[in-house]
Structures are given as structure tokens and as C-alpha cells.
DNA sequence: ATGCACCGACAATACAGCCG
DNA sequence: CGGCTGTATTGTCGGTGCAT
């Protein structure tokens, strides 16, 4: 009787904040001395019961017992600490302690060192160090609200000096971009991190406004790309198994990609180790590029070895 | 001042084990 | 089996101390 009556004291603790001796004398039909004494029952089981005197008063358990034994198991505890990692790794956010009193919940002693979000995009370190100041800069704008002005360089290389209203960061295909209302622009844009040259956090705060996604329809439609047989290992990092096609002297790779989207620099990537199939438009685009380039070498007159 | 946790002392009750 | 004894559990009472 005395054990099931324990048990249950427990499960009213793991569930309340607070619960006075009389409301468990009440539930449980003992009286407030025979609470008291089962109290002291648990703290000898060393279940680190807390009580609060005076008015509003009653017994609890300490929040960290109810953490580590009730709200997660241990693994749950380590997906919650790889996360805060990333965060702190990759977002540059202050949250070790928070991680060490998360470790500290652990049962297991073992320390998890197996994952490193160093860098996690890929441009290099020095890039990578001034891209994580940019973010903690917009980050910074995000939480309080506040304009930031930036120096914008286009992907043509047109240079714009420019008052945004930052909303989100995302990381996609290996690139920090932010999202914002522009307001040069007068329009929701999205900025490619590596592109702000510079940027400044204003005192100026701004309004929430709707956040407008700012994706296009996506028009999907099949491309067919031949690569030299050398290219094999690097096709891995971008296309599925079973979009390869393993051939005698070349591979074939055969995909559904979004033609609002630029494949042309990636394209230039595999240098003459590439060969567009299909669509036609996208062959025909790749080869101006190609012929650009070639102009550009031809018209070098530095490089007059060059036939 | 009041409400509540907390505790000691003592009594009542229930139950198990032992013995004749 | 019935009585005795020891132990565990619980309740009552009265008091102390702390927080509001």
C-alpha cells in the first residue's frame, strides 16, 4: 500500500509544478502526516524532492529531475544536443551552456564529438569566417527588429547600395542567403550572402509585413548530360544512382531540373568533360557561354600561343 | 498576521512471527 | 488455534519556522 501509494505521489509530482501536502493528503486518503513521512521516504531514495514554504507553498521535484528522467530519454537528449551544435556551429549562436547543462542530463558518460558542422558550405575558410560575421549581423537585425544596409553586388556584377528589412535566413545548395524586404526595390528579395560586400546593422527598426515566398513556379522539365568517364566520383555529389548511367567510355546522366534555375555555372564546373543532350535551349545556351569564353581567350593578346 | 511546510511525541491499528 | 510480542504504518496534536 505504501509503495503504490509512492509510486503515485511521484506521477503527481512528474506532472504538476507544485502540489500542497494537504491536496495529496486529500487524493490520496491519508492524512498530511502520513504525506510527510512518504516525502521523506522518497528523498531517502534519493528523489530530490523540493518544498516551498508559506502561502502558495506544497512539494515539487527539481525541474532537472523531471527533465532527465521523465520528459527525454537519452537518445532524445543527444538529437537535442546535436542540434544546439549545429546551431552553435553554424549560426554562430551562444548556447554552450545550454549544451553543457544538456550533456551534464546525460546518463551516459560518453562525449559526442562525432559530428562537425566547421564548414558546412563550400566556399573557403576565410569566406566561410566573414559569412558567419554577416549572419550574426542579420541576425542580430532579425531579433530586434532593426533595417540593416547593405552594399549588394548582382549576380551580373551590377552594384547597388541598398536599406533591407531581413525575415529569414536559409542555407540552400551550399549557400547562406537571406531573405528581405528591399527597400530600394520596394519588394521582397533574396541576397546571396556572399554578395553583400558590406553591411551595416541601423538603429532604423521596421514593421513585420507578410513574408512573401518568393519562389517562381517551378517548371520542371528532363535534361540528359554526358560526362567524360574520369567525371564519375564528382557526379556523386550531385545526381542519384539511379539518374547515372554508366556507359563504356562515358556516363550518361538523365534529370528532372527546374529550368527557372541557372545550370549553366554548374555546367562550366566539368570544363570540356561535359556534353549537353538535351533540351536543345539549354545547348544552345551552354555553347554561347562556351563561345564567350572562347572570344575572351582569342581577343587576349597576351596569350598569343594560343591558335 | 496568516497560511503552510515541517517535525516530534504519542496513540491506535494492522499484521507477521513465535510459542504453548 | 489462540495469545503474546515486535514491527510497520498511520493519525492526532501541538508546536516551530518560513514566506507572503
Redesign the pocket.
Known sequence: ??IE?LLSILVILLNKEIV???ELANKL??????I?????SLAMSRIPVV?????????GLMPSYKMDKYLFSDEEKLQIIEALKMQNNMMQIDNQILIEKLENLRESEESYRNFSFYSPTIHREEIEIETKEKLKISREAMAHHKKMKIKYISFTGEVTNRVISPYRISLKDGNWYLDAYCDHRKDNRIFKLTRIRECILLEEGYFTTKENELSLAANYEVVELLFHRDQLGKLYDFFLEEEIEIQKNDIRVTFEYDCNKNLIPFLLMFSSSVEVIKPKELKEKYYKELNKIYKKIKDDKQLSYIP
Not at 29 to 34: F, G, H, I
Not at 36 to 40: L, P, W
Open positions: 500500500m505504501k501509494r500542497s501536502a494537504e486518503e491519508v492524512s498530511k502526516r502520513t510527510y513521512r512518504d516525502i521523506e518544498t516551498i514554504h508559506g502561502r502558495h507553498g506544497g512539494v
